[in-house]
């Protein structure tokens, strides 16, 4: 399957030009204010793209989804549209889990502090999982901010190489935008917003094979 990764759009998605694929994957922080409108537009927006699959997480920036009941949210989705919030969804046979958290910074949505927190939350990631997609990155990995120190998480490094995913696809460090692959894992930051806010970045496009058992053309959906 063709996934195309974005992260990062801060309501600038209607200016974006988005590659073909099976599933478009959003790894958050996809609004400034995080107002409700800017959701609906967002969502509207998604809906609407010829993707068969659209799953997105929440990111620093989105209170509304941490303010929210989820179930007011899963009941603005369109069809076709999967949001995750420390939970999984599978696609022909593969797993796609989903988490919006990252390391304490000034107070933004869906934080926690480093250490037991982080690594407890890290804990859930199912040890099937075959596309990863959180907010934050690895430590390590694409996460090198404008001094050149990491921001990525240790735990959350520690995690993946433990549970070995075809691929993780983050955003949240906009000046380390790319993709690469280390130990048989492709990391993908998919921020399209660079660290001045301008929009720089095109979309990722990557592929993960459906697994054998799986019916690859019956277009199956299941919540796990």
């Known amino acids: 399957m063709k996934f195309v990764a974005i ?3 801060h309501c600038r998605h ?13 790894a958050g922080d996809i609004g400034y204010r995080s107002t409700r409108e800017e959701v609906i537009d967002f969502l509207d927006w998604l809906g609407k793209q010829p993707h068969l699959y659209k799953i ?6 989105d209170f509304f989804f941490e303010r929210e009941k989820l179930s007011v949210i899963q009941k603005m989705l369109p069809d076709g549209v999967h949001y995750l919030k420390d939970e999984a969804v599978v696609l ?4 796609v889990w989903g988490s919006p958290y990252t390391p304490w910074n000034y107070r933004w949505a869906f ?17 099937d999982t075959d596309v990863l997609l959180t907010h934050g990155p690895v430590y390590g990995i694409l996460d090198t901010i404008y001094n050149d120190q990491h921001a990525g998480d240790k735990d959350l490094l520690n995690r993946v190489l433990a549970v070995k995913p ?11 935008y790319g993709s690469v692959k280390r130990q048989g894992i492709q990391f993908v930051n998919a921020c399209l917003l660079n660290e001045a806010y301008e929009l720089a970045n095109k979309p990722l496009v990557f592929e993960v094979a459906a697994r054998p058992s799986a019916k690859a053309a019956s277009g199956e959906v299941e919540e796990a």
């Open 14 to 26: 209607r200016s974006l030009r988005i590659p073909k694929g099976d599933v478009l994957l959003h």
């Open 7 to 9: 992260s990062d759009t």
């Open 92 to 95: 022909n046979g593969i797993k």
């Open 166 to 176: 075809k691929a993780h696809v983050f955003g949240h460090i906009h000046e380390s």
């Open 111 to 127: 934080n926690k502090r480093r250490g037991e927190p982080l690594e407890k939350q890290w804990r859930n990631i199912p040890h």
């Open 56 to 61: 997105f997480i929440a990111g620093n920036h």
